[in-house]
């Protein structure tokens, strides 16, 4: 076997490049293919490179840039003759084998998709069952914060000042509390008030608060309407659905500050926010909260009928958005049907007197928002 030749080939006009890594002058350079690819610098020490150790690095067209893997990591060689590149090239056996094999590509693509999968899978089943356990979980004083920091961008949203006049105030508290005794819940667990604007909504936030927006009393022609409607958000209290719904829309982040106890920041303002202007329960959230609705409607004595009458008028009448009930209610004929169904004739008393309900209508006073 005849031994691979030391002598320096003949070197192109054009000029091969190295840089040593160390300093960042360009050095014109010649090159030995012996046992080893030996460069070497007019008046200086050569440097060799072992050709096991030779890698492509990126480069432009027409030319050949090399590293090592024994030489420092930025030491590059850069090669513009096509002959001389061809030589050097068929003796580095691992010239490209760091470089991503057809074989690797897929393995990427493959695990790539799988990560995806996990992620969809995860969004649609791990968050949503996560959120269903978590829920009835939370400390009360931080489910209570979270209601403060939501509260407050609702107030900015519908107005900063509760209406109280006292006569109407007087009377929507003991409407408030007939429901909630009949829900079974603590004295101090739901805090209520009417907020001075013209949306005809009613909401639950986290904390056990609850708001009526004088829109909705304005509109209402009765007790019932209103007592079936909040009997409706005192549900979605009693189901945590709020808190569900804000770890469900606030995900793996919301999660984390719950764990950590960091919920009264932006993104639990964000998101509380966000679950009352969206109103994003789910149906099952909805039915369980209308059946919550009849149920102490009934314990009361009355019908929830008169509820679905009022949002049915209104959705009827005025179609979706923020000039309505917001998605949260999203009442069709055959839910109207289903409040139809389970109407009976009134067993006990009037929730309140005439006088009471026409107080209840002015507590936001005669002033137009």
């Known amino acids: 076997m005849s031994e691979v030749s030391t002598e320096i080939p003949a070197q192109s ?32 020490a050569p440097v ?66 799988a990560a995806a999968g996990s992620i969809v899978c995860v969004v649609l089943f791990g968050v949503p069952l996560a959120a269903d356990r978590l829920a009835p979980l939370v400390p009360k004083p931080i489910e209570r914060r979270i209601g403060d920091a939501s ?24 409407l408030v509390n007939r429901l909630r005794d009949a829900a079974g819940l603590d ?17 639950a936030l986290p904390g056990g608060k609850v708001y009526v927006l004088r829109g ?30 804000l770890i ?8 984390i500050g719950l764990l950590f106890g960091d919920v009264t920041g ?19 959230a909805e039915a369980a909260a209308d059946t919550f609705a009849i149920e102490i409607m009934h314990k009361l004595g009355r019908s929830p009928k ?3 009458e009022l949002m049915f008028r209104i959705t009827g009448k005025e179609g979706g958005g923020l000039t309505s009930i917001l998605a949260s209610h999203p009442l069709t004929e055959d839910r109207l049907a289903r409040m139809t169904r389970e109407d009976r004739p009134p067993s006990g008393p009037p929730l309140l007197t005439d006088k009471e309900w026409q107080a209840l209508k002015g507590i936001c006073g005669s002033g137009k928002i």
């Open 266 to 284: 932006s993104s639990a303002v964000i998101f509380a926010s966000r679950s009352v202007v969206e109103a994003s329960y789910s149906r099952e």
């Open 248 to 255: 469900y829309n606030g995900g793996t982040s919301f999660l």
């Open 48 to 113: 060799s490179w072992a050709y096991a150790d030779i890698r492509r690095a990126d480069s432009p067209a027409g030319i050949l840039r090399l590293a090592c893997t024994s030489a420092p990591s930025l030491a590059r060689l850069e090669i513009r003759d096509a002959a001389l590149a061809a030589d050097v090239t068929v003796r580095c056996m691992h010239l490209d084998e760091h470089q991503t094999s057809r074989r690797g590509v897929v393995k990427i693509v493959g695990w790539s998709v």
């Open 216 to 245: 909705l009393l304005d509109k209402a022609e009765n007790p019932d309407e209103i007592a079936g409607i909040l009997a409706h958000e005192l549900g979605h209290l009693k189901h945590y659905d709020n808190m569900r719904g």
């Open 306 to 308: 008169p509820a679905a």
């Open 187 to 203: 004295d101090d667990s739901v805090t209520a008030g009417v907020l001075p604007t013209s949306v005809p909504n009613a909401f």
């Open 151 to 174: 509260e407050v961008q609702v107030k900015t949203i519908f107005g900063r000042n509760v209406c109280e006049d006292p006569s109407g105030k007087a009377a929507f508290v003991k």
């Open 13 to 44: 006009a054009r000029p091969t490049i190295f840089f040593d890594g160390v300093s960042s002058r360009r050095r014109q350079v010649t090159l030995a293919l012996g046992q080893a690819l030996e460069i070497a610098e007019e008046g200086g």
